[in-house]
């Protein structure tokens, strides 16, 4: 949990950093890295349908989506997530698992989202440059 909250607040870091470019180029690194290192951590710990994991991935997504600009790379973190946490939901509802069963339903909600803003830029594409459109999808 502790390393989640380091990369979140290097990555409110680089949200804000406003004009300093150096600065947001610095902090977004180290919100990678400890994205990462969360992720280890957490992958090794906790269940995939753990709600802290399960936030984890979903400001890691928003990261990619966000700060580095890679919406494939942030669809990627959030599908794997959601998935991951499908299998390992347990059918018996607790509270700690109502929490999980929130965080999916924003993760599902950002790949609605992401995944329709990639086939808009990817028709808006084609059109331009008078080609036919070729989305990638992942089953």
Not at 110 to 137: F, I, K, P
Request: hydrophobic content about 40%; charged content about 25%; glycine content about 6%.
């Amino acid at each position: 949990f502790f390393y989640k909250m380091k990369g979140d607040v290097y990555r409110y870091l680089a949200e804000t950093a406003g004009e300093h470019r150096s600065e947001t180029e610095v902090d977004a690194n180290m919100a990678l890295g400890w994205y990462f290192t969360a992720t280890e951590v957490a992958n090794m710990h906790l269940s995939a349908a753990d709600p802290i994991r399960l936030g984890l991935a979903l400001n890691f997504s928003v990261f990619y989506h966000q700060i580095k600009s890679s919406p494939k790379r942030a669809c990627e973190v959030a599908k794997n997530a959601f998935d991951a946490a499908v299998l390992d939901m347990p059918t018996r509802g607790t509270q700690r698992f109502a929490d999980s069963r929130l965080i999916m339903g924003v993760l599902r909600d950002n790949l609605t989202t992401w995944t329709s803003e990639r086939t808009d830029t990817n028709v808006t594409h084609s059109q331009a440059v008078g080609t036919s459109n070729d989305v990638e999808t992942k089953s």
